[in-house]
């Protein structure tokens, strides 16, 4: 069940656009030193909620997929959200 589903995550363009969007807004902030694009709190639950599903996937491009969100998401947002902060 749960490889069908992270199939379908996986095969959704706009996942892929957001994705995108997070890992770009992290490297700006990263070696440009200032976060030019933004995501929106609904964005980043979805990529949340994706992430979720794709690291419980056997396929190894899923949960790379899902490590490099939570960690863009962490980075990005870890000090205004409690609890992440410190992970």
């Known amino acids: 069940m749960i ?3 992270a199939d379908r995550v996986w095969g959704n363009a706009s ?3 957001e994705a995108k969007r997070l890992k770009l807004a992290f490297l ?3 070696y440009i030193g200032e976060q ?3 995501l929106t709190d609904d964005e980043m639950s979805r990529l ?3 992430a979720t599903i794709l690291s419980a ?3 190894a491009e ?3 997929e899902a490590y490099q969100i939570a960690t863009a998401a962490v ?3 870890g000090n205004s959200l409690d609890g992440l902060r410190h992970v």
């Open 28 to 30: 700006q902030g990263e």
């Open 48 to 50: 949340a909620r994706a």
């Open 75 to 77: 980075e990005l947002n």
């Open 15 to 17: 996942f892929h656009e």
């Open 62 to 64: 899923h949960k790379e």
């Open 3 to 5: 490889e069908s589903l």
């Open 36 to 38: 030019v694009l933004k």
């Open 57 to 59: 996937s056997s396929k």
